[in-house]
């Protein structure tokens, strides 16, 4: 038989792109959306690239540039969607770039990137689940990145890593067990890590490692005994470490060591005896150490040490008094010059030099003359100089570059003409070239590029530009589900808010823009091959409008208040065949129903004499249909009506005027099911059929007044409902099922044993099961279904393995007439995508990819609908905002088991209905067709061809074409269920190959000939 399919398979045209954005309605070009800053920070250099971190629609996340507009892109999307990971402290250590980054599930963990999306990292869940390791202190020490973080066993110590998950590791427990030693100023001074760190017996001190456990060691115990010197403001001089330590007799004093206890020693007492003076703004120059001292009688001044008492002096006395020059951000040129920021109350914050002699420092550029400020900041070294920004008189605030020199220091560029000033920030040199960021008109604060003084400076190019949604939504089949033509409401810079209708393609989406104003369209839905919903045209107010897909069959429906008066209906259901809506009439806002037409258009009755009874919920029920209305003797209760005056009643939960808190109301197969609180009884399941006896509390859960609090009310195809609600047996809120009545109430089981809330969402009927997505505190937020039972309730798939969560929820969706549900979410590796899922793990997997690079992914995916042969939702790339776009089921290469047709039967007996279990992939031995609701305790055969027909046979329909095989007798169970695996081929050359299926039953008196009734159809694609 499969050889005859591949032969039949040949024919079959290649695969095409699955999904892709319809048509971007609100482009760039024709937005007036405000300007948007990435603010790229933290920028590193990693073999010539520059990593760094910038907002997007993707949120703060990684991103890489090789100073080109094209080489300049998001790295990867750690934390999938809109939502930011943060990445920060970025350290280059080895071939690899270490950073912090924040996951939900994760917490602030530590990871590292090559530069590359498939190279960028978790490298250890220190805190194991969403606790976070309070990762600091990341330095780069022999090709190694050392750091310190929290350990729930260990406590707070220094760990290592080299860049791979086995070896990023504890490093050194110095304080035992789970005290902490907690390490902090990590400095590297030669071929030695210094640090300090707080010991048992000592307290915080010194501490000195060659790179290896063994030899990290107390350097000195400056201050003996249990109390600390607690040393602080590490910074390396050649291989010596000098820092501030405090002890009884000298306060808190500059000290310098090589690691060796016998050259620990004070360098020099500057506030003689136990007093203290502050010292500050510690930098290297040369063989000398620069910083600021504070004293009482000079104030905040410049110093210098060689590390002698002798040779630590008075640099200079820039303000001369007890006021202080404030000096801050020393740095070291190659020209053995050092320049800093100032303050002589003279000439303001200005830029100064030095040679580490007293005649050498003076005033280096005064760029505002003046006592106002040029405030000089972002002192980095670049180009044999440096690099900063500053105020400068006509210029505004730009970059500048100094070697030092008053005829040396100039502005590398003009970025914003004028006096506006682009404010840079965040220099870092990355090869030849230095990056940073700042304000460049039309663009906002954005990442630029300069080859050096005298030469390009650039922006390199807008990473978060100014973009519009036009935010699609309600994609609504105007065809009978064919999928071919599809209506949806959108907002784009020149009509407005309207309809929209498109075929799938760029050229075939066009607006349907019945007026000069806005239609603010709303409860978009399917009725009769067209979409109806709520809109205003002039002519007729706020009122139900419909449109079959084309402008000229696009109009107002009904108009219940006839002229350019709104009825403002704030609701629009389906149910029993007809529309039912709320309008505003001569009796206030009441209940109406409609067929579409205004002369099938009618209200439904007064519900309150005495006012509006601002109905709402409109929800099937049996054969009738139940709503909320207000009315002042009864309150506000439950009401049914099978769409005429005298068929409208109300069903009376609590009798007199009070009323019940009703919440949701959902259409069953059987009734419909609602919360409820009612006096004495609680918020508790109730369900109704639209008649007084048929309207009844299910079980009272949660006994007495207290509230089980039933929500996520779903509808099961068998009759009753699944609900989350909590029975006060201390279960949390759990998944339950119901058949309608009290004994068949129960729960089916607890995903997080105890009290714990596995936080179920996203409840979703397929056949006989039902999916859904729920954390039970191991896995994150993953994909689950369940038969009813507890046995029977399982985690399909940890689509991201360990804590962090799969599945983006609100997303999940069925797709109809198929065993398949799809949703967003992420793996980890490649940002937010779509999947499906046939309820295996096998089956669970990725459709095509969103993005052009890896790693990256949506920024936001959403309102995901089923129609025909296709997805459609709206999509953020990232790149154009929120646009509508769609996915061609066919041509995904996804294995897909689809109903079609229409099986048949003689009444009352029940149709034949066909159906799937997994997916007909490559190699799957048990892709099983089923049939359910058959004549029980019968036998079926089953069908298969290589096409779909439509052969009246009587009453019934043939719905194979090319029929080429059949699977002999089925006996069928006695609900009437059978079953035939169907295995298919490891084959790649089968994909996209279809298979049509159909059941015929023995049922004598059944409408075939008499003798037999017949299932619909099922299309099968197969797929990888």
Not at 401 to 417: K, M, Q
Not at 706 to 713: E, T, V, Y
Request: glycine share 14%; hydrophobic share 40%.
């Amino acid at each position: 038989m499969f050889l005859r399919l591949a032969l039949a398979s040949l024919t079959l045209g290649t695969l095409v792109s699955t999904q892709s954005l319809v048509r971007d309605l609100r482009p760039a070009a024709t937005t007036t959306a405000p300007q948007r800053h990435a603010d790229p920070a933290s920028i590193v250099e990693l073999n010539g690239i520059a990593l760094f971190a910038a907002r997007s629609d993707h949120g703060i996340e990684l991103w890489r540039s090789d100073g080109s507009a094209a080489g300049t892109h998001p790295l990867k999307d750690i934390h999938p969607g809109p939502d930011s990971s943060f990445p920060a402290r970025l350290t280059r250590a080895g071939g690899f770039v270490f950073f912090i980054a924040s996951v939900p599930g994760l917490g602030t963990e530590l990871w590292r990137s090559d530069g590359s999306a498939a190279g960028t990292i978790l490298l250890r869940d220190l805190q194991p689940g969403a606790q976070s390791a309070g990762i600091t202190e990341l330095i780069a020490f022999q090709g190694r990145c050392y750091f310190v973080a929290d350990d729930p066993v260990l406590g707070r110590e220094l760990f290592v890593s080299d860049g791979t998950s086995a070896g990023t590791t504890l490093f050194a427990d110095l304080d035992p067990g789970p005290g902490s030693s907690s390490p902090r100023d990590l400095c590297v001074a030669g071929n030695q890590l210094f640090f300090t760190a707080s010991l048992a017996g000592v307290g915080q001190e010194l501490v000195v490692s060659d790179g290896t456990s063994a030899n990290t060691r107390l350097v000195a115990d400056l201050a003996l005994g249990l109390t600390s010197s607690s040393p602080r403001d590490l910074i390396a001089i050649g291989n010596e470490v000098f820092f501030t330590a405090e002890t009884s007799a000298l306060g808190r004093e500059l000290h310098r060591s090589n690691g060796s206890a016998v050259s620990t020693t004070l360098v020099a007492d500057l506030a003689p005896g136990p007093a203290s003076v502050a010292l500050l703004g510690f930098a290297s120059f040369g063989s000398l150490l620069l910083f600021t001292c504070v004293d009482p009688a000079n104030g905040a001044e410049p110093w210098r040490s060689d590390g002698t008492a002798a040779g630590t002096w008075h640099l200079a006395d820039i303000r001369p008094g007890s006021a202080g020059s404030s000096p801050r951000q020393y740095l070291a040129l190659p020209s053995g010059i050092a320049i800093f920021v100032a303050n002589d109350g003279v000439h303001g914050a200005e830029l100064w030099r030095s040679d580490g002699t007293i005649a050498g420092t003076q005033l280096l550029l005064d760029a505002v003359p003046g006592p106002a400020s040029g405030a000089p900041s972002e002192l980095t070294p670049a180009f044999g100089g440096a690099l900063l920004a500053i105020d400068a008189n006509g210029l505004g605030r730009e970059p500048w570059f100094t070697d030092g020199n008053r005829n040396g220091s100039r502005p590398l560029a003009d970025l914003v003409p004028g006096a506006g000033g682009s404010a840079p920030s965040g220099f870092a040199v990355v090869g030849t070239r230095a990056f940073f960021a700042a304000f460049a008109p039309g663009a906002g604060n954005e990442l630029h590029v300069s080859d050096g003084p005298g030469r390009t400076t650039r922006l390199v190019r807008d990473l978060w530009p100014a973009a519009n949604d036009s935010a699609p939504f309600g994609f609504t089949p105007v065809d009978a589900g064919s999928g071919s033509l599809v209506v949806f409401g959108a907002t784009d810079d020149v009509h407005g808010a309207e309809l929209w209708s498109s075929d799938g393609s760029s050229a075939g989406t066009l607006v349907l823009d019945v007026d000069s104003g806005s239609l603010n369209p709303t409860h978009l839905l399917a009725y009769r091959g067209e979409a109806f919903g709520i809109g205003l045209i002039p002519a007729f107010g706020r009122e139900v409008v419909r449109s079959d897909g084309t402008l000229a069959g696009t109009r107002n429906a009904i108009d219940p208040r006839i002229g350019p008066l709104s009825s403002a209906p704030s609701e629009l259901a389906l149910s029993q065949g007809l529309l039912w809506t709320v309008a505003y009439g001569i009796f206030g806002y009441e209940p109406w129903v409609s067929d579409g037409t205004p002369a099938g258009t009618a209200p439904i009755g007064d519900l309150d004499p005495f006012g509006s009874s601002q109905p709402a919920q409109f929800t099937a029920a049996a054969s009738r249909t139940v709503f909320l209305a207000s009315n002042q003797a009864v309150g506000r209760e439950l009401w049914s009506s099978d769409g005429s005056i005298a068929g409208t009643f109300v069903l009376e939960l609590v009798p007199g005027s009070g009323s019940p808190a009703i919440g949701s109301i959902v259409a069953g197969a059987d009734a419909a099911y609602f919360d409820a609180a009612i006096p004495g009884r609680g918020r508790e399941l109730w369900r109704s059929d639209g008649t007084i006896g048929g309207t009844r509390l299910v079980a009272d859960l949660a006994a007495g007044a207290a509230d089980s609090n039933p929500r996520s009310i779903t509808a099961r195809a068998a009759g009753g409902c699944w609900f989350v609600g909590d029975d006060q047996g201390g279960a949390g809120a759990e998944l339950f099922v119901s058949d309608g009545s009290a004994a068949g109430t129960q729960r089916i089981t607890d995903l997080v044993p105890g009290p714990g809330d596995a936080a179920i969402r996203d409840l979703v009927t397929q056949g006989a099961l039902l999916y859904f997505s729920a954390e039970d505190q191991a896995h994150g937020r993953e994909l689950w279904s369940s038969d009813g039972t507890q046995a029977g309730t399982r985690r399909v798939a940890d689509l991201w393995p360990g804590t962090p969560s799969g599945v983006l929820a609100g997303t999940l969706t069925r797709i109809e007439d198929s065993n398949l549900v799809v949703f967003a979410g992420s793996d980890g590796l490649d940002g937010l995508q779509l999947f499906v899922s046939d309820g295996t793990q096998a089956g669970t997997r990725r459709l095509g990819a969103i993005g052009t690079l890896p790693g990256l992914g949506a920024a936001a995916v959403g309102g995901i609908r089923a129609i025909g042969r296709a997805l459609w939702f709206w999509c953020d790339d990232g790149l154009t905002g929120k646009e509508p776009w769609r996915l061609d089921l066919d041509a995904s290469g996804l294995g897909l088991a689809r109903r079609y047709g229409a099986g048949c039967a003689t009444p009352p007996a029940r149709t034949p209905r066909i159906g799937a279990l997994g997916s007909p992939q490559f190699g799957s031995g048990t892709f099983t067709v089923t049939i359910d609701d058959a004549r029980p305790l019968s036998t079926a055969y089953f069908d298969l061809g290589i096409a779909r027909g439509d052969l009246a046979l009587g009453p019934c329909r043939f719905l194979l074409a090319a029929w080429f095989d059949e699977f002999g007798s089925t006996a069928l169970d006695a609900t009437g269920h059978g079953a035939v695996v169907l295995p298919i081929p490891n084959l790649p050359q089968l994909l996209g190959a279809q298979l049509f299926a159909q059941w015929l039953v023995l049922d004598p008196g059944g409408p075939l000939f008499g003798q037999a009734s017949m299932s619909d159809g099922l299309q099968i694609t197969l797929g990888r």
